[in-house]
T-cell receptor
Framework: DGGITQSPKYLFRKEGQNVTLSCEQN?????MYWYRQDPGQGLRLIYY???????QKGDIAEGYSVSREKKESFPLTVTSAQKNPTAFYLC??????????????FGPGTRLTVL | AQSVTQPDIHITVSEGASLELRCNYS??????LFWYVQSPGQGLQLLLK??????LVQGIKGFEAEFKRSQSSFNLRKPSVHWSDAAEYFC????????????FGGGTRLMVKP
């Protein structure tokens, strides 16, 4: 089954702890993205990566870190420096074959709650 | 910088009635526009997209959208709403000079009355 998987679906964290959200895709997509969604709001871009071993900050990168060691994986770490981490996190991926009009496909999301 | 505005935060329609969700964008070049739908606690599903050509685009689940450059709009329509259409709808524009980043509107929550 092709697609994007995110785990876990629900995650609870104590204040001051780092936590890592998983995102895996078997679509052979080059580009991957992390978005944050807060209740009643649209999505905001945290980080994106267009190729392995390279990534760029999005609009709200402070307090987050990522890595892209493999094409199919793009984990997001929410660090203790993120002041308000409780949110719904969505991962997306897209082909990057020179066609800038390709579509982003989304995973099912991870809901992070800081206790 | 590009932006997307969805003026209606909530919309309620009766089942079987027609629907139009508004989307206005700001983008310096030819926009690449998308509509996504999100059910509660789920990821986003693509409904339709506009890249070029015919300004009326057809999507899944009976949805369509019309691109109007003069009005900077990309409104989503459906002639007859079903109860299963209740969800949140997001309009987005792609920045093709920055890794195809999507800028999203704030979303419109659709409720369907029986």
């Amino acid at each position: 089954d092709g697609g994007i998987t995110q785990s876990p679906k629900y995650l609870f964290r104590k204040e001051g702890q780092n936590v890592t959200l998983s995102c895996e895709q078997n679509l052979n997509h080059d580009a991957m993205y992390w978005y944050r969604q807060d209740p009643g709001q649209g999505l905001r871009l945290i980080y994106y990566s267009q190729i392995v071993n390279d990534f760029q900050k999005g609009d709200i990168a402070e307090g987050y870190s990522v890595s892209r060691e493999k094409k199919e994986s793009f984990p997001l770490t929410v660090t203790s420096a993120q002041k308000n981490p409780t949110a719904f996190y969505l991962c997306a991926s897209r082909t990057s074959g020179g066609y800038s009009t390709d579509t982003q496909y989304f995973g099912p999301g991870t809901r992070l709650t800081v206790l | 910088a590009q932006s997307v505005t969805q003026p209606d935060i909530h919309i309620t329609v009766s089942e079987g009635a027609s629907l139009e969700l508004r989307c206005n964008y700001s983008y310096g070049a030819t926009p690449y526009l998308f509509w996504y739908v999100q059910s509660p606690g789920q990821g986003l599903q693509l409904l339709l997209k506009y890249f070029s050509g015919d300004t009326l685009v057809q999507g899944i689940k009976g949805f369509e959208a019309e691109f109007k450059r003069s009005q900077s709009s990309f409104n989503l329509r459906k002639p007859s709403v079903h109860w299963s259409d209740a969800a949140e709808y997001f309009c987005a524009v792609a920045n093709n000079n920055a890794g195809n980043m999507l800028t999203f509107g704030g979303g419109t929550r659709l409720m369907v009355k029986p």
